[in-house]
C-alpha cells in the first residue's frame, strides 16, 4: 500500500485497523535490523500511525497490534522531531495524551521514548500536559527529566484542578514518583475542583503502608503543615475516605496527626459510623479509640447520621459483636437504642456478597451473636425485631428440609473426607455436628460464638460440592438457630393461648400426649 492509499484512508477507522494489521504482520517477521522509519514515513505520518495505535486499542478490544507497533518504532531508534522552523510550540497533542487518558500507562511509558524532548512540555488544547501523563502513568525517568529542567511540580490540570501529586497518588506503581515531586516541591494542601486534596487519595495499594509512611517522613523532614481536616465538596475529610476505602494504616496516622474523630460529611456520617459499617470485626474500633484516648479527644458516642442511624446500629447491622460490647463500654446508650429494621440489617451479608456459596452460616450466625451480645447487656428484644430476623432468614431460604434430614448426604465420600478435615472446635468436626441432631445435648453446647468464628474463617467452602455445601450450611443454621425459634415460638404460642377456655387447654395437653 503507498502513502497515497494511506493518506486516503485516514477517515475510515476500519481502513486504518486494517492498515495496522498489515504493519504489524511486515515488522514482525522483519529480518535482522529495523528499517530507518523515516526511509519510508514522515514525521507527521508516524505520528499519525502511533496515534491510531492508541486509539485501535480503544475501539477494538484486546487488539495488541498497536502496543507492537509503538514498541518497534521504539526499537527501531526513531525519535520524534519537532519542526526546524524556529521554537517549537508547546501547543500540540501527540499520542501520549491520548493514551495518558485512556489508562493506558504502559503505553505513556513506552512512547516517552520517542518523545524525549523534555524541554518542552506539550500541553493539548484542554490543558493536559506531558508533565501530567508522566505523574499519572509513573513514568520515573520522564518526570526526573522535566523536574530537573524546571518544570513546576504544582501545574494543575484545569478540567479537575490535578495536581502531578494527585494524579500520581491515584496510581499503584506510585512511591518513586509521589516522593520526587514531594521533594521538588510539590504541595500536599493543593485542592483540585472536587475539593479533594492530595490527602485524600493517599491510598495504600501496591506498597502497602510504604507509601503512607514515606508520604508522612518527608512533609516532616520539609518542617511542612499539612491540612488533615481538609473537606472536600461532600465534606469528607481525609480520615473519612481512609475508613471508607479501609486504609488502616493511613487512618491510623491521620489520627496521630490531629484529625478530628467527630467532624461528619455531607450526610452526617463520622468516623465512628464508617468503622461501625465495615463488615470486618477486626480491632479497628479498639485501635482507633486508644490514639483518640492518647489525645485527649472525647469521641461522639451516639450520634447520629442523616438516616438516624447511631454507630451502635450500624455495628448490629453489621454482624460487629466485637465493636457492640466496646461501644458499650464505652457508654453507649441502650435505653434509646432500637433494633436496625429489615432495611439494613444483615445488608452486607445475603448471597451477592460471598462468592463462594458460604453466606448462610455468616447470616445466621452474625444475627444471632449480635443479639445475643445486645441481651447479655440489658437490651429486651422486641417480637417485631425477632420476627423481622426469621423473614430475612426465610427469603433466603436456610430452613432445612425433611428429605434432607432422612437422606445421609453426609457420607458422600468426597464430602465426608473434606468435612472431617474441618474443625469447629476442638474435638468437634464439622461431620461429627452434622450427625447430631439439633436437639442433641452436644450440639447445645456449641456457642454462636463458635459458630460465628467458624463461619468467619471461611472453612465450609472446603466442602467441593455447592450442591453439599448449601445442604451443609442449611443444617448448620438449623441447629444454631433452634433455641431461638424455639424462644419466639413459645412465647407466640403462650400469647395465643392466653384467652382460650380451659377445655382448649385440656385438648392442647391431649394433643402434646398424642
Given amino acids: 500500500m503507498s502513502m497515497s492509499d494511506v493518506l486516503k484512508v485516514r477517515k475510515n477507522k476500519e481502513e486504518r485497523h486494517r492498515l495496522l494489521l498489515q504493519l504489524d504482520t511486515l515488522m514482525g517477521n522483519w529480518k535482522g535490523q529495523l528499517a530507518n522509519l523515516l526511509d519510508i514515513f514522515q514525521n507527521e505520518e508516524i505520528e499519525w500511525l502511533l496515534t491510531d495505535c492508541v486509539n485501535s486499542k480503544e475501539e477494538w478490544k484486546n487488539d495488541d497490534a498497536g502496543e507492537r507497533f509503538i514498541k518497534l518504532v521504539v526499537r527501531s531508534g526513531y525519535k520524534d522531531v519537532p519542526d526546524e522552523d524556529g521554537e517549537p510550540s508547546s501547543l500540540r497533542t501527540t499520542p501520549i495524551?491520548?493514551?495518558?487518558?485512556?489508562?493506558?500507562?504502559?503505553m505513556v511509558r513506552e512512547l516517552f521514548n520517542v518523545y524525549?524532548?523534555?524541554?518542552?512540555?506539550?500541553?493539548?488544547?484542554?490543558?493536559?500536559?506531558?508533565?501530567?501523563?508522566?505523574?499519572?502513568?509513573?513514568?520515573?525517568?520522564?518526570?526526573?527529566?522535566?523536574?530537573?529542567?524546571?518544570?513546576?511540580?504544582?501545574?494543575?490540570?484545569?478540567?479537575?484542578?490535578?495536581?502531578?501529586?494527585?494524579?500520581?497518588?491515584?496510581?499503584?506503581?506510585?512511591?518513586?514518583?509521589?516522593?520526587?515531586?514531594?521533594?521538588?516541591?510539590?504541595?500536599?494542601?493543593?485542592?483540585?475542583?472536587?475539593?479533594?486534596?492530595?490527602?485524600?487519595?493517599?491510598?495504600?495499594?501496591?506498597?502497602?503502608?510504604?507509601?503512607e509512611r514515606i508520604f508522612f517522613k518527608i512533609i516532616d523532614e520539609q518542617h511542612r503543615t499539612l491540612e488533615v481536616d481538609a473537606r472536600d465538596k461532600l465534606g469528607n475529610t481525609p480520615l473519612h475516605l481512609a475508613l471508607r476505602n479501609d486504609n488502616r494504616n493511613t487512618a491510623e496516622s491521620l489520627l496521630r496527626r490531629g484529625a478530628d474523630p467527630n467532624l461528619a460529611d455531607a450526610n452526617g456520617t463520622t468516623a465512628l459510623h464508617l468503622i461501625c459499617r465495615r463488615d470486618n470485626d477486626d480491632g479497628l474500633l479498639q485501635l482507633f479509640f486508644k490514639i483518640c484516648d492518647e489525645r485527649h479527644r472525647p469521641v461522639k458516642i451516639d450520634v447520629r447520621d442523616k438516616l438516624g442511624r447511631t454507630p451502635l446500629?450500624?455495628?448490629?447491622?453489621?454482624?460487629?459483636?466485637?465493636?457492640?460490647?466496646?461501644?458499650?463500654?464505652?457508654?453507649?446508650?441502650?435505653?434509646?437504642?432500637?433494633?436496625?429494621?429489615?432495611?439494613?440489617?444483615?445488608?452486607g451479608r445475603g448471597p451477592k456478597h460471598y462468592m463462594w456459596g458460604d453466606f448462610e452460616l455468616n447470616l445466621t450466625s452474625g444475627a444471632m451473636i449480635v443479639v445475643e451480645r445486645l441481651e447479655k447487656r440489658g437490651y429486651k428484644l422486641h417480637r417485631n425485631d425477632a420476627l423481622m430476623i426469621m423473614e430475612m432468614f426465610s427469603k433466603c431460604s436456610l430452613f432445612y428440609k425433611y428429605e434432607?434430614?432422612?437422606?445421609?448426604?453426609?457420607?458422600?465420600?468426597?464430602?465426608?473426607?473434606?468435612?472431617?478435615?474441618?474443625?469447629?472446635?476442638?474435638?468437634?468436626?464439622?461431620?461429627?455436628?452434622i450427625q447430631l441432631r439439633p436437639d442433641d445435648e452436644e450440639a447445645k453446647l456449641l456457642t454462636y460464638e463458635d459458630y460465628f468464628r467458624f463461619a468467619s474463617s471461611g472453612l465450609i467452602v472446603v466442602v467441593s460440592s455447592r450442591k453439599y455445601r448449601k445442604v451443609c450450611a442449611n443444617d448448620l443454621c438449623e441447629k444454631l438457630t433452634r433455641e431461638f425459634y424455639r424462644r419466639w415460638a413459645l412465647e407466640s404460642f403462650l400469647d395465643k393461648t392466653r384467652y382460650l377456655m380451659n377445655e382448649d387447654l385440656h385438648q392442647i395437653c391431649l394433643e402434646a400426649v398424642k
Wanted: a negative charge; charged letters at 25%.
Fill in 97 to 106: 495524551h491520548r493514551a495518558a487518558r485512556l489508562d493506558y500507562d504502559h
Fill in 116 to 211: 524525549d524532548g523534555f524541554d518542552v512540555n506539550y500541553v493539548d488544547e484542554s490543558g493536559y500536559t506531558h508533565f501530567h501523563a508522566a505523574c499519572k502513568s509513573s513514568c520515573v525517568v520522564a518526570v526526573e527529566k522535566f523536574l530537573e529542567l524546571g518544570q513546576d511540580p504544582n501545574l494543575r490540570v484545569p478540567e479537575t484542578g490535578d495536581s502531578p501529586l494527585h494524579l500520581a497518588l491515584n496510581q499503584d506503581y506510585k512511591l518513586k514518583i509521589v516522593a520526587l515531586l514531594l521533594r521538588k516541591g510539590a504541595d500536599p494542601n493543593i485542592a483540585n475542583t472536587e475539593g479533594a486534596t492530595p490527602l485524600h487519595v493517599l491510598r495504600d495499594g501496591y506498597y502497602g503502608n510504604d507509601l
Fill in 313 to 347: 446500629q450500624w455495628a448490629v447491622a453489621n454482624f460487629l459483636p466485637d465493636a457492640i460490647d466496646t461501644l458499650l463500654d464505652r457508654g453507649a446508650d441502650l435505653s434509646e437504642f432500637a433494633f436496625p429494621d429489615a432495611s439494613y440489617f444483615g445488608e
Fill in 404 to 433: 434432607d434430614l432422612e437422606e445421609r448426604w453426609y457420607d458422600e465420600p468426597c464430602f465426608k473426607r473434606e468435612a472431617k478435615e474441618a474443625t469447629i472446635v476442638p474435638g468437634l468436626s464439622l461431620y461429627d455436628l
